[in-house]
């Protein structure tokens, strides 16, 4: 009773609309939910059908690219991925993947992954933000799929610029160098789910995985939050 009587003055709020949650809301509220934009990427797998996998043709090879949501601006997914970047919502993160790690393990690709890995923030962004937003979506596919994760294994050893409102080749300059694998031992012979919040060009997923591939891991599958469609 005393928690009916909090909740009706401090409500909790859904991160996708900002309306107060209602008893048994987590995060998103119902309507949200059933609005959001999923992409249903993982009914396609890896064929000429998925747009995300057609991304990274002659580029770096993908055994899977997958995305959770299309990314539309000013919609309930950039209200989410701000909330959970840049407004301390982390929860937000594991959350997404425990639930899209659900449907992934309901389609059978567990059996295709043997380690998750996160693509990383430069040590010095992650002491200002805090976390890594790309972590807890990582933790949950791992409760999900119930597969190990690590955000020990992969280094963003140089601090870049924003890649907001630069060109795909500014993109791609801008990371190429800028991923280092600290523990080969553990990717070597590995097949890597590599996650993100975020796609748009792929830049920073493409030299994660080339860095990643370099340091003998068996294949490389991507997974974000939301993508953009360009």
């Known amino acids: 009773m005393l928690q009916d009587f909090l909740s009706l003055l401090f409500p909790e709020i ?3 609309c900002d309306q107060a949650l209602t008893r048994g809301e987590r995060y998103i509220c119902t309507e949200c939910n059933v609005k959001l934009p999923y992409t249903d990427l993982h009914l396609h797998g890896a064929t000429e059908l998925n747009y995300l996998q ?3 043709w002659g580029k770096v090879p993908v055994r899977f690219a997958f995305a959770y949501l299309h990314f539309k601006s000013k919609g309930r997914v950039q209200r989410l991925l701000h909330k959970l970047k840049y407004k301390g919502a982390e929860e937000v993160g594991e959350h997404l993947g425990t639930r899209y790690g659900s449907i992934l393990s309901d389609h059978g690709y567990a ?3 043997d380690l998750i890995i996160p693509v ?3 040590r010095l962004k992650l002491r ?3 976390y890594n937003q790309s972590d807890g ?3 949950g596919l791992s409760e999900a799929l119930q597969i190990p994760w690590s955000n020990k294994v992969l280094e963003r050893a140089i601090d870049t610029d924003s890649q907001t409102k630069k060109s795909r080749l500014d993109r791609w300059q801008n990371v190429e160098q800028v991923f280092v694998v600290k523990k080969a031992e553990e990717v070597s012979g590995k097949r890597i789910l590599l996650v993100d919040d975020v796609l748009t060009t792929g830049a920073t ?3 994660c995985a080339h860095t990643l591939l370099q340091s003998g891991c068996h294949e490389i599958s991507v997974t974000t939050i939301a993508a953009a469609q360009l």
């Open 14 to 16: 859904c991160h996708a």
């Open 54 to 56: 057609q991304r990274f």
């Open 111 to 113: 059996a295709h992954f």
């Open 120 to 122: 990383p923030l430069h």
């Open 128 to 130: 200002r933000r805090g």
């Open 137 to 139: 979506f990582a933790k």
């Open 205 to 207: 997923l493409e030299a």
